[in-house]
C-alpha cells in the first residue's frame, strides 16, 4: 500500500512481517545484488521494472556493502533458483537470511507509472496487516526527507583501503584498467556518506591507499593524513540535512582537488551556495545517457538519487514543476534535452565560478560541476557502476590527473592548458 492509498496484492518474498520505506523504481536489467546492498538505497523499497529478477542469483564479490540495506523489494516475478556458476545461493535466500521482506507477483509497470504520476511516497508490504491497519501505519511515518539516513549507513570510526588491497573482492571479469600515473601512489582521504565497494576499487586500482572517514569528521581530521586528493561519496537522503559538513568542504576545496559523486555532487553545489531540490520521481537504472558539455559525448550512466542540484535559469530555464500535495514544490519540470541544448559548459546564474558539466539527456537536470578556478569536480551519477561498461571509469583517471598535476604545483589554468 503506498501513502495515497493505492494498493496491490502478491506473493511474500523474503521474510514474514511489515516493511515500509519509500516507494521507488530501478529500471536496470541486471545488478538487483549490487543495487540492494547499495548504502544509497536506505529507506527505500525498491520496485524493480525487469519482469525477471534473480534469474542468476547472488555471490558476495558483487555486494557494494556488508549487508542489504533497501528495506524492501518489489517484483513482478522472482526466480526461484539461480542459473550461474558464480551464485553461492538465490536471491530469496539472501533476503531470508537478512531478514528482508518483499512481494512478488505485482504488476510493476503499473506501479512504475503510477509513481511517476503521483510521484515518490511511502509505501508498506506487509503480511500481518489489514489494510485498515497498513493506512494507519503509514499515516503515522515521518516523510523521508526528514529522515538521516547517512548516519546509519556510514562508518563509525576511520579506516585505510590500501592500494590494489588484496581483501577488496574484484569480480576478475573486466580488466583493471591501467593507470593514468603508472607507479605513482596517491594518498586520498574519502567522507564516507555510505560509499559503495566499487568505488574504493575503483581508486585502489589506480594507486590510491584511500583513508575513509564518518560523515562528522573535519577537515583538519582529513588533512592530517597528508591527503593528495579528497573523495566525497555517494550516501541516502535529502543533502540539506548535511549542512554540517559544508563548511569543512570548502576548506578542502580551498586547498586539494576534490571529486565528488552523487550525494558528493550535491554537497559540493551546497558548499558553493547552489541550492539542491527534490525530484518528483528520483533517477535510477543503470540506463540514463548523460550529455558531457566538453566532448559533446553522450555517456550511458547508472544513476540512484531523489534530489538533483538546481540549474535554475541556465538554457532553457524551466517553469516549477507541479508541487506535492503538501505543497512542497518539487523544483524544475523534467523536460528531455532538446536542439537548443548547450554545446559547452557554462556558469552556474548562483555562482558564476562553479561551471555545470554534464546534462541528464532524460529530463534535462544537472548531471556535473567543476570549479573555473581549481581543480574539484563532481558527477551525479556512478561511475563506478560499470555501465557501458566502461563508460564512465576514465573519471578516476581524471581525479589521479588532477592530484597528480596540483602535487607538481600546477594551477588548474596549467593542467586545462597542458590536457
Not at 111 to 121: A, D, F, P, S
Not at 124 to 153: H, M, R
Not at 266 to 288: C, D, M, V, W
Request: aromatic share 8%; net charge negative; hydrophobic share 35%.
Amino acid at each position: 500500500m503506498l501513502a495515497d492509498g493505492y494498493i496491490t496484492h502478491g506473493q511474500l518474498i523474503g521474510r514474514h512481517g511489515t516493511t515500509a520505506g519509500k516507494m521507488v523504481f530501478n529500471t536496470s536489467m541486471t545488478g538487483y545484488h549490487e543495487i540492494l546492498t547499495d548504502p544509497s538505497y536506505a529507506g527505500e523499497i525498491i520496485t524493480f521494472t525487469f519482469p525477471l529478477i534473480g534469474i542468476y542469483g547472488v555471490n558476495p564479490i558483487d555486494a557494494q556493502s556488508e549487508c542489504i540495506h533497501a528495506r524492501g523489494m518489489v517484483v513482478s516475478e522472482l526466480v526461484a533458483a539461480a542459473y550461474s556458476w558464480r551464485a553461492d545461493r538465490t536471491l530469496n535466500d539472501l533476503l531470508l537470511f537478512e531478514g528482508v521482506t518483499g512481494i512478488s507477483g505485482v504488476d510493476t509497470r503499473r506501479l512504475t507509472r503510477h509513481i511517476r504520476e503521483q510521484g515518490e511516497m511511502t509505501g508498506v508490504i506487509t503480511t500481518e496487516l489489514t489494510e485498515a491497519q497498513a493506512k494507519s501505519y503509514l499515516a503515522g511515518l515521518p516523510d523521508f526527507g526528514e529522515q538521516d539516513f547517512v548516519a546509519d549507513v556510514a562508518c563509525k570510526e576511520p579506516y585505510l583501503v590500501e592500494a590494489f588491497d588484496p581483501e577488496m573482492p574484484h569480480t576478475g571479469l573486466l580488466p583493471t584498467l591501467p593507470s593514468s600515473q603508472p607507479g605513482r601512489v596517491f594518498t586520498v582521504a574519502a567522507y564516507d556518506f555510505g560509499i559503495k565497494r566499487g568505488i574504493l576499487r575503483c581508486l585502489a586500482e589506480r594507486g590510491c591507499n584511500v583513508h575513509v572517514f564518518p560523515p562528522h569528521a573535519t577537515a583538519n581530521e582529513l588533512l592530517a593524513v597528508n591527503p593528495d586528493g579528497v573523495l566525497l561519496s555517494n550516501g541516502p537522503g535529502d543533502p540539506a540535512r548535511m549542512d554540517y559538513v559544508l563548511g569543512h568542504l570548502r576548506t578542502l576545496t580551498a586547498r586539494l582537488p576534490v571529486f565528488g559523486i552523487c550525494l558528493g555532487h550535491q554537497l559540493i553545489a551546497r558548499s558553493e551556495g547552489i541550492p539542491t531540490y527534490r525530484l518528483k520521481f528520483g533517477n535510477r537504472g543503470a540506463n540514463h545517457p548523460v550529455l558531457d558539455l566538453a566532448t559533446g559525448r553522450a555517456h550511458i550512466s547508472s544513476q540512484n538519487h531523489s534530489y538533483a542540484v538546481e540549474l535554475q535559469d541556465g538554457p532553457e530555464g524551466r517553469p516549477a514543476a507541479a508541487p506535492l500535495p503538501d505543497g512542497t514544490p518539487y523544483g524544475r519540470a523534467r523536460a528531455p534535452l532538446g536542439p537548443g541544448r548547450p554545446t559547452s559548459p557554462f556558469a552556474h546564474p548562483h555562482n558564476p565560478e562553479v561551471l555545470i558539466t554534464h546534462l541528464n539527456i532524460n529530463d534535462g537536470s544537472d548531471e556535473g560541476l567543476t570549479f573555473a578556478d581549481r581543480p574539484v569536480f563532481s558527477v551525479q551519477y556512478h561511475p563506478e557502476g560499470s555501465p557501458g561498461p566502461r563508460d564512465n571509469v576514465y573519471l578516476f583517471d581524471q581525479f589521479c590527473e588532477m592530484m597528480a598535476a596540483h602535487s607538481e604545483g600546477m594551477t588548474r589554468a596549467e593542467h586545462l592548458a597542458a590536457q
